[in-house]
């Protein structure tokens, strides 16, 4: 986490991949606290990282490996889930479809990325 948080101070949210205010469920989220909250989230080739709004602290993130699944669940508009190698399942939905789309294959552009990591220097 420390880490992440150092990243994005020296401006890697200008570096993100894809950024937006999405409604997102409490990672994990149990039957008794499924209530969408509205955030702003960037996807960074490493990890998807959420916030109250744009230039606030991070909220929570979810950090994304080769391991991770993309699904869109069955009966649910514009929903996206993305679940951990250790089951940490993050869901999500956005307000456009072009939106949905867009997060649906940068976040698989970014799991097929992090398969294949770039070669090493001569």
Request: hydrophobic share 40%; aromatic share 10%.
């Amino acid at each position: 986490m420390t880490a992440l948080l150092a990243y994005l101070r020296e401006g890697g949210s200008k570096l993100a991949l894809q950024v937006g205010y999405v409604e997102k469920q409490a990672v994990d989220s149990r039957a008794y606290d499924r209530r969408w909250k509205r955030r702003w989230m960037e996807l960074h080739p490493q990890a998807i990282v959420w916030f109250k709004g744009p230039d606030m602290m991070p909220k929570g993130y979810l950090l994304l490996a080769a391991t991770c699944e993309v699904q869109e669940p069955n009966g649910r508009q514009r929903t996206i889930q993305v679940t951990s190698s250790s089951g940490r399942s993050l869901l999500f939905r956005t307000n456009l479809a072009d939106e949905h789309k867009t997060w649906v294959s940068q976040i698989g552009a970014a799991l097929k990325a992090s398969r294949f990591p770039p070669p090493s220097p001569p």
